[in-house]
């Protein structure tokens, strides 16, 4: 297998990371694709797109797609495993490769007792893209003047933390699992921070967007996650807000007629993530 860079990437270690989870699948399957390629009169070629949106739309026919960190509607492209599992420098710890830091979560969601958890609404994103210009204001606003309980169900802790490397209100990944709900929405596209969640064992609020991971075909809505759409201003507080508050109180009531137990959602969550998310998962697909 041969790397022939075409363009620079916004951020070196993009590239090698995507690189490094490719050439593992490939030398672990070699066998197999050497049989399935052999005869060929020329090497098989590969797309592989390194910066966090999809690239190829449908509208300009293109006959193959790109590999591309995360799909779309609009687009052909096909998602693939991004960089962060194996390297993702905003997340601090010596190691941040993903299979170190799941190894993290997984044992820090199991020790955390979920009636120790805090009751409140976790979000540490930067707010300056896409629709977390709408929700991260509105949330902040509940939070400030004391009416995010009324309005959420539950007390809000979220916070903007500014663009890559601006670190502001930075709380290391494993502490995300002291929370018992964790909001995820995309950023300018994708996020890449919602395998980190699952393995904590909280439940997940998704407002649901276009940009989609390899992994998402597997996640149920109201099995993994609370599933909730994007909106205007207007529409959040009238209808997602009131949406969520009912279901916190569904899911509150839940946890204790079970001895304060996480709710299934949670744990399904985490079964996820520890038996999908693996290098065996990676390598296969």
């Not at 005869?39 to 509208?59: C, H, K, V, Y």
């Not at 941040?96 to 199991?110: H, N, V, Y």
């Not at 500014?162 to 996020?191: K, P, Q």
Request: hydrophobic share 40%; net charge neutral; glycine share 8%.
């Amino acid at each position: 297998m041969s790397v022939e860079r075409l363009s620079t990437p916004n951020q070196p270690y993009k590239p090698d990371g995507m690189i490094k989870v490719l050439s593992r699948a490939v030398s672990t399957h070699q066998r197999e694709l050497s049989e399935l390629l052999a005869g060929r009169p020329r090497p098989l070629t590969l797309i592989i797109n390194t910066e966090d949106f999809p690239i190829m739309f449908r509208g300009l026919r293109h006959k193959l797609p790109a590999f591309s960190m995360c799909h779309a509607t609009s687009h052909i492209d096909l998602p693939v495993p991004d960089f962060t599992f194996e390297v993702y420098p905003e997340a601090r710890y010596s190691n941040t490769s993903f299979w170190a830091i799941r190894e993290l979560l997984l044992a820090k969601g199991q020790m955390v007792p979920w009636k120790d958890r805090h009751k409140r609404a976790f979000m540490r994103h930067f707010g300056g893209v896409g629709f977390r210009k709408t929700l991260l204001p509105l949330l902040k606003a509940h939070q400030s003047n004391g009416t995010d309980e009324q309005h959420l169900g539950m007390q809000a802790d979220v916070q903007d933390t500014g663009f890559v490397g601006a670190g502001e209100g930075f709380i290391w990944l494993d502490h995300w699992c002291n929370w018992r709900y964790l909001l995820h929405t995309g950023g300018l596209t994708y996020s890449a921070a919602l395998k980190y969640k699952l393995l904590c064992g909280s439940v997940i609020f998704m407002f649901e967007a276009n940009w989609r991971e390899f992994y998402y075909p597997g996640l149920e809505a109201g099995v993994h996650y609370e599933s909730l759409p994007e909106g205007e201003e207007n529409e959040l507080r009238t209808v997602i807000f009131p949406r969520m508050k009912k279901a916190v109180h569904r899911l509150e009531h839940e946890s204790m007629m079970n001895g304060f137990a996480p709710p299934a959602m949670a744990s399904a969550a985490r079964h996820f993530a520890e038996t999908q998310l693996t290098q065996d998962g990676l390598l296969c697909y």
